[in-house]
């Protein structure tokens, strides 16, 4: 196995890049479904506040909506563990190796997947929960006002502009899409 070792720990590291990248994606996703959930039923958040929601019952509401986004993904992902952890041991240890697995996830990792879980909808509602409550009751039980304060147009001439920073910025853009991906997994190896 130690011929392995080098490549066990980069794929261990490829692994941990993508669930930090994966965890980001989640949530922004979460992030802008709330946003926009909250945005488009201000008037009925005033309402509520009006009849008497409190800041906390606010807080709890937000939060159960966004855990109500991952619930389904964390069922089946506890769901489809087996199968894939039983798949992947047959097709890469069953017939080079002598050993036995367990295909059930440990307590360990069912825990971390589980505090991954909950943890995406709870960074997500942070800032919608901050400008909900931000707002006046006034203000958000005006419907007279319009929400959007104005639009600037900007016409340029295509052929009279500069390709020059396009071109630096793809290049930059390339030489940090590398560095990401070789160099930094060959750096925390080395």
């Given amino acids: 196995m130690k011929q392995y070792s080098t490549s066990v720990m980069l794929i261990g590291l490829v692994f941990d890049v993508l669930l930090v990248v994966f965890v980001v994606i989640s949530c922004l996703l979460i992030y802008s479904l709330l946003q926009i959930q909250i945005e488009t039923k201000t008037f009925e958040i005033g309402v509520m506040r009006m ?16 855990a109500m986004f991952v619930l389904p993904s964390i069922v089946l992902g506890f769901a489809l563990s087996v199968p894939c952890i039983w798949a992947m041991w047959s097709f890469f240890l069953d017939g080079g190796l002598d050993t036995s697995g367990e295909i059930f996830p440990s307590f360990f990792s ?20 901050k400008r909900a409550l931000s707002q ?7 419907l007279q006002r319009s929400k959007l304060s104005g639009t600037a147009v900007t016409i340029t001439d295509n052929l009279s502009k500069s390709k020059a920073s396009y071109l630096l910025f793809g290049v930059v853009s390339v030489l940090f899409g590398i560095s990401i991906y070789y160099i930094l997994p060959l750096a925390l190896i080395t």
């Avoid at 009849?51 to 966004?66: E, N, P, R």
């Avoid at 006046?136 to 005006?142: E, H, P, R, T, V």
């Fill in 51 to 66: 009849v008497g929601l409190t800041k906390g019952g606010f807080v709890t509401m937000i939060l159960t909506q966004a």
């Fill in 110 to 129: 069912s825990m971390q997947a589980l505090a991954i879980g909950l943890l995406i909808p709870a960074l997500s509602a942070i800032i919608p929960i």
């Fill in 136 to 142: 006046s009751l006034s203000a958000s039980l005006d």
